[in-house]
């Protein structure tokens, strides 16, 4: 076996860096600040898992999927405004607290 010195070389280049594939029309900047923004998406899932209590719901259609996940960030955006109107009005108490004062 040997190793290509110039493929090695050119690869080189990008080492560091992320290279994104994509076939939409965004700009290489709105690319980037996207997939940047993916920690966003995930912290939504992981909060939705765990904050919200959702449990894995098994759906045999695409209809009560989608659905599904609907309600499921319906629920966490109630949770975000609420979360906004009690910040504004400085009632200070951890979301688990307030779950369990709605309970």
């Known amino acids: 076996m040997t190793i290509n010195e110039k493929t090695v070389e050119a690869d080189a280049r990008l080492d560091g860096t992320f290279v994104l594939r994509t076939s939409t029309s965004l700009t290489p900047e709105e690319v980037a600040r996207s997939y940047k923004s993916l920690w966003r998406v995930e912290r939504t899932f992981r909060e939705t898992k765990s904050t919200l209590e959702v449990r894995p719901i098994f759906h045999h259609r695409d209809e009560t999927t989608i659905g599904h996940i609907v309600v499921c960030f319906l629920a966490l955006r109630l949770q975000v ?5 009690l910040d504004a009005r400085g009632f200070a108490a951890s979301w ?3 779950m369990r004062d709605l309970a």
Do not use: M, N
Request: avoid cysteine; aromatic fraction near 0%; proline fraction near 12%.
């Open 81 to 85: 405004d609420l979360q906004r109107r």
């Open 96 to 98: 688990p607290e307030r």
